[in-house]
């Protein structure tokens, strides 16, 4: 089980960086499609973007954000359960 803390920075630009290093060594190399599940058990699909400088969640990052109510400044917790899937939580 990998934990990690994200910060979310961007609401209305549609994505989100901040992952901790030791997290990243654990996602692909390559653009994906993953899944985001909340705590209740519903799921959306994101794009994953890596990068040398950075990486990003969108094309359904900002459809997670508002159903889970999360708002920028606000620190959500992932838990990879498969390589493209993500248990999320609001801390």
């Not at 994200?6 to 994906?32: C, E, M, N, W």
């Not at 094309?59 to 920028?72: D, I």
């Not at 620190?75 to 493209?84: N, Q, T, W």
């Amino acid at each position: 089980m990998f934990i990690v803390g994200i910060l979310v920075i961007s609401y209305d630009g549609g994505h989100t960086r901040g992952y901790q290093p030791d997290f990243i060594g654990h996602l692909p190399p390559q653009k994906a499609k993953m899944i985001l599940w909340d705590p209740m058990g519903c799921s959306w699909t994101v794009n994953y973007i890596p990068s040398k400088d950075d990486n990003l969640l969108s094309g359904g990052w900002t459809a997670f954000m508002r159903a889970t109510n999360l708002e920028v400044g606000d620190l959500c917790l992932f838990e990879l359960i498969k390589p493209l899937e993500i248990k999320a939580a609001s801390a």
